[in-house]
């Protein structure tokens, strides 16, 4: 979900002893978690085995292969344009970083409540541990799922003293050595990405990574318990993510993510050591619509449990969110969506995801 402040808008509660005995053992749901209509009505989840029903695969080490590198630009281009999610493999993330933000995540998830409440989200706050935001006032439903939200880019942004879990206590330097090879490979993507476009890679890389306020880097971490109830409860209900781009590490190989696709659910078989990418709300808006921003949801497993690390990047064009101005070619382009002020643009996210809206519908031109 991402974007969002603090907004009395959108609930994000703590975690009581109730829920935490509920996803221990998941006999007998109670009603604030069965949302069994919202799963089937939601749209087909397709079950074929075939090649077109899997999502892109992009290589890393393609992409930065001169020999190769035209041809693999392209398979990523498409792979934005037209499922705005691909696999990542080859990403050249450094494997005992890889290693030990799954660990430290994996044993904080495995906490007692108590240990994990030390970090509990605080009063209308947007990050510590809680559960996700719901839908404010359209909904009083809960996802079967658990978060740590925490702020990790520029390093100033970070809130140590309340949300930086000390336990277990190879936590901190494992996100913020992820953290940093994260950003290095979402501006390698970037440059790629740059490329396919036509756009220099100063207005993308810039737009994302260059001086100014208000960009950024933060990080939804997940877990989903197991619910033999499968199919009565969402772990993450459909969305599309409010910033610009994310990357997602799949702690263990259960599925449950799903991807939308022509009114249909695709669900992501993880490839072991692969990366999930996709394109968020602001890249689309950056793109002028050439790179789409595509609705996913969690629908947890009926055995294993679910664990996972989304990293969000912000981006701006000169303390906007509008199209980079390089492909509006001085006007000559028509705007796809009307440029908007940051803050704007945060407290329209904030009071769209409580109302079950999508902000950017109300940008387009
Ligand atoms: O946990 C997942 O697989 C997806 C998480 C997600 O969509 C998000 O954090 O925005
Ligand atoms: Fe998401």
């Known amino acids: 979900m991402a974007e969002a402040a603090a907004g009395k808008l959108v609930g994000r509660d703590k975690i009581t002893d109730a829920t935490a005995a509920l996803f221990a053992d998941s006999v007998k749901i109670p009603e604030r978690f069965i949302r069994t209509n919202e799963v089937q009505a939601a749209g087909a989840v397709v079950a074929g085995e075939d090649e077109a029903s899997e999502l ?58 108590e240990a994990k409440n030390t970090v509990a989200v605080r009063g209308d706050g947007f990050e510590g541990f809680g559960h996700h935001f719901s839908g404010g006032a359209s909904s009083d439903k809960l996802d079967w799922a658990e978060c740590l939200l925490l702020f990790t880019r ?79 409860v969402v772990g993450i209900p459909p969305h599309t993510d409010t910033l610009g781009l994310t990357l997602l590490l799949q702690v263990d190989d259960t599925p449950g993510l799903q991807v939308k696709r022509g009114g249909r659910w695709f669900p992501v078989r993880p490839l072991p050591g692969a990366l999930v990418v996709n394109v968020g709300d602001i890249l689309d808006v950056l793109t002028n619509g050439a790179y789409a921003s595509v609705e996913h949801r969690v629908v947890p497993d009926a055995e294993g449990r679910r664990v996972t690390v989304a990293m969000f990047h912000k981006a701006r064009v000169e303390g906007r969110v509008a199209p980079l101005p390089e492909l509006l070619r001085g006007g000559e382009a028509r705007a796809r969506y009307r440029s908007i002020g940051k803050l704007e643009y945060t407290k329209g996210t904030v009071e769209a995801v409580a109302q079950g809206r999508r902000f950017l519908d109300s940008l387009k031109m």
């Open 154 to 232: 520029p390093v100033q942004a970070r809130n140590m003293e309340f949300f930086w879990p000390t336990n277990p206590p190879t936590f901190r330097h494992a996100l913020d050595r992820y953290s940093v090879e994260i950003e290095n490979l979402a501006r390698r993507l970037l440059s790629s990405m740059a490329a396919d476009l036509g756009v220099s890679q100063e207005a993308l890389l810039g737009a994302f990574f260059g001086a100014g306020d208000g960009k950024g880097q933060s990080v939804s971490m997940h877990h989903y318990p197991p619910c033999r109830h499968r199919g009565t």
């Open 56 to 113: 892109p695969v992009v290589d890393m080490a393609r992409l930065l292969d001169p020999e190769l590198s035209a041809q693999e630009t392209a398979k990523l281009g498409s792979a934005c344009r037209e499922w705005g999610f691909f696999q990542l493999v080859n990403h050249g993330v450094e494997e005992a970083a890889m290693q030990q933000i799954k660990d430290s995540v994996a044993q904080f998830f495995s906490l007692p409540l």
